[in-house]
């Protein structure tokens, strides 16, 4: 599986961005892909997550309400929807997947949770 992240970018504060991650090679079959970012001097951490068969969602706290995942079954491609942006969102965003079968919610949590990871696309907020 390799996963294609696109559109990142430079935006204001308050402002939104919509990232895409395509799943390449053939139709994902996995159990749940993934968000997670990482600021620079920061551990990569978990954003969103979703349930590739029955569409479950999960976020971080700190994007509740303001960044929504959602998927593309017949493209095999996820999304990241990033509203209300904020400085503190500033960072790389890294897709990642999971072929392993389904996990607890603790598991879609942390980086080794996935198998597949992107090649990550830089977010920008300016104050």
């Known amino acids: 599986v390799q996963l294609q992240a696109s559109g990142g970018g430079l935006v204001q504060a308050g402002g939104s961005l919509r990232l895409s991650c395509a799943a390449s090679?053939?139709?994902?079959?996995?159990?749940?892909m993934g968000w997670f970012r990482q600021a620079p001097g920061k551990e990569r951490e978990f954003v969103a997550a979703?349930?590739?068969?029955?569409?479950?969602?999960y976020y971080s706290d700190s994007v509740k309400g303001r960044f929504t995942i959602a998927r593309d079954n017949a493209k095999s491609t996820v999304f990241l929807q990033m509203n209300s942006l904020k400085p503190e969102d500033t960072a790389v965003y890294y897709c990642a997947a999971r072929t392993r079968g389904d996990a607890i919610l603790t598991i879609l949590k942390t980086a080794t949770g996935y198998d597949y990871w992107g090649q990550g696309t830089q977010v920008t907020v300016s104050s």
């Open positions: 090679g053939r139709t994902f079959s996995g159990s749940a």
């Open positions: 979703i349930r590739w068969k029955w569409g479950s969602t």
